[in-house]
């Protein structure tokens, strides 16, 4: 980038700064030990194919902030928000700083297809978990473009956050990595009985926790403890090695609200 033009190597430091300013690496987790429930080694492909969907994940967050008009991210200010304000009274600022969000977002999903593609896999391995990442990515812009339409009813609510977040939080990371160890369909079907409660647990969760306290200790958190509850039990029948399972489980547990 700095190459092709020296000014726009703000938008990698931008790109850094929202990278580096946290975020619970939760998809790269899912990746990695999908892959090793495969039986996959350890091994730096692993860690390059893991990396590109947490910049997958930022390419999402900051085109999220721009749709959503959010000024923040992470306790920081969102990219959007960001250059903006360095443009603050001028004309045109709020424009440009969406605009400059867009192509920062656009970066990282440049930037996550590279670290993908160029991860070290041999094509029998990579291609399969390319179309399964493809998938995922589909799903993503088509939960994304429900979340901004008119109100839904319950039922489509039910399926944006399925596409927007579940399937890929827990189920698509899941599935690439198994795929990058070459697993088979019988697999991918188990761990899928694993990864969609878990998923919709995981944004039910959310959902609660920018409700308050009281969302937290309603019905609605025994709900994300019955969905973790599932997914645990669906994880007990996987005929997977054992520092997988119980790195899985130690994932599906973090999710867990305290009873009450």
């Not at 690496?25 to 350890?42: E, H, K, L, Q, S």
């Not at 761990?191 to 995981?202: H, I, T, V």
């Not at 994300?224 to 399972?245: G, H, K, M, W, Y």
Request: net charge negative; charged share 25%; hydrophobic share 50%.
């Amino acid at each position: 980038m700095a190459r092709m033009a020296p000014e726009a190597a703000e938008m990698v430091d931008e790109l850094r700064r929202v990278v580096e300013a946290g975020g619970k690496r939760i998809r790269p987790a899912f990746c990695y030990w999908g892959y090793r429930a495969a039986g996959g080694d350890d091994g730096e492909p692993i860690v390059r194919a893991a990396a590109a969907l947490e910049l997958f994940h930022t390419f999402a967050l900051i085109h999220d902030d721009v749709m959503d008009e959010s000024e923040t991210r992470r306790g920081q200010a969102s990219t959007y928000a960001r250059f903006a304000g360095a443009r603050a009274g001028e004309p045109g600022a709020l424009r440009f700083g969406r605009s400059v969000a867009v192509l920062v977002g656009d970066l990282a999903a440049v930037l996550a297809d590279e670290a993908f593609i160029g991860s070290g896999f041999p094509p029998e391995r990579l291609l399969p978990a390319l179309r399964r990442y493809a998938v995922m990515r589909e799903e993503v812009a088509a939960g994304q473009f429900l979340d901004i339409r008119a109100p839904a009813p319950t039922a489509s609510a039910d399926r944006v956050a399925s596409l927007k977040t579940g399937a890929y939080t827990v189920e698509g990371p899941l599935h690439i990595g198994a795929l990058l160890a070459g697993a088979l369909p019988e697999l991918l079907d188990a761990l899928s009985r694993f990864a969609r409660p878990l998923g919709l647990a995981f944004q039910l969760r959310d959902d609660l926790f920018d409700q308050g306290e009281a969302g937290l200790a309603g019905s609605f958190g025994a709900k994300v403890n019955q969905l973790i509850d599932e997914a645990r039990s669906a994880l007990a029948d996987l005929a997977i090695p054992e520092e997988a399972a119980e790195a899985l489980g130690s994932l599906a547990g973090a999710l867990t609200l305290p009873a009450g």
